[in-house]
């Protein structure tokens, strides 16, 4: 629940839990039972917000380091994936276009050796193959 600080006039955050007082050995009536049930003690909470947000301001230049930090984390290893996974195929593309054009001595770059690799390899052997049936035409 939120209020209003009497003394400094400032926002005060306060809660409050009833805490039930546990009913003795010795009762001797519903009525002492019922009247035991009503029994607790209150524990009441007040912070007021201008301590509440204190210590936040001592973290905050932390935090935001922290946070951009590992944005910049992320944003680093997000490149280094798209450029390993992008290099081999524009790679391809750039020796296919040169094939196309004419020139059949092109080969693709290989910078792995998962399918990709293997890809490129086929794809050089494949144009190694063209090439030397087109020299044998001629």
């Known amino acids: ?27 001797n009536s519903k009525q002492d039972a019922k009247q035991s049930h009503r029994a607790h003690w209150i524990l009441i909470s007040v912070v007021d917000e201008s301590f509440l947000l204190a210590g936040m301001t001592r973290y905050t230049p932390t935090f935001i380091f922290c946070s951009l930090l590992l944005t910049l ?11 390993s996974i992008a290099r081999p195929v ?18 693709a770059t290989i910078f792995t050796r998962d399918e990709m690799g293997d890809f490129g ?11 030397t049936s087109r020299n044998m035409q001629h």
Request: with cysteine; net charge positive.
């Open 73 to 83: 984390a992320c944003v680093a290893i997000a490149y280094f994936v798209s450029w």
């Open 1 to 27: 629940m939120f209020g209003i600080s009497r003394t400094t006039k400032k926002p005060i955050i306060f809660s409050f839990i009833k805490i039930p007082i546990p009913a003795g050995n010795e009762l």
């Open 121 to 131: 390899n086929l794809f050089n052997n494949m144009a190694s193959q063209l090439e």
């Open 90 to 107: 524009v790679s391809l593309g750039k020796a296919a276009r040169k094939i196309h054009d004419g020139d059949l001595s092109a080969r």
